[in-house]
């Protein structure tokens, strides 16, 4: 049944916009009931709750990392620092390319 919108008065197209909308959120809201008793089917199907099983599913928390003591001191300034992991900060890289070795830099 086509609806011919064209010849429609301005009160008649905000009538049909809003029953129109109505019927949209009626829509979104059945489908959101289907999916819901789908997955709660599916629970049941696993011997689990909803719950158990959306629980199943969360990613499980990793151990915290622990902090790595720094190993290597520059000795121009004694706040930088460097645990001998990862990229070589730049004042470690200008101090062996001036000829220091990696244990004179050491803590």
């Known amino acids: 049944m086509a609806t011919n919108i064209d010849n429609m ?3 008649e197209l905000e009538a049909l916009t809003k029953k129109t ?3 949209i959120e009626q829509k979104k809201k059945e489908k959101i009931d289907q999916a819901y008793a789908q997955l709660v089917d599916i629970a049941q199907a696993v011997d689990m709750t909803l719950d158990q099983l959306i629980a199943h599913g969360q990613k499980k928390k990793s151990k915290p990392t622990r902090k790595v003591a720094p190993r290597y001191r520059n ?3 004694a706040s930088q ?3 001998g992991r990862g990229k070589q ?3 470690v890289v200008d101090a ?3 000829g220091k070795k990696l244990d ?3 803590i």
């Open 81 to 83: 620092t460097w645990t």
């Open 96 to 98: 062996l390319a001036k």
């Open 75 to 77: 000795p121009k300034d």
């Open 9 to 11: 008065d301005l009160n």
């Open 104 to 106: 004179d830099l050491a």
């Open 21 to 23: 909308q109505q019927l």
């Open 89 to 91: 900060p730049r004042w």
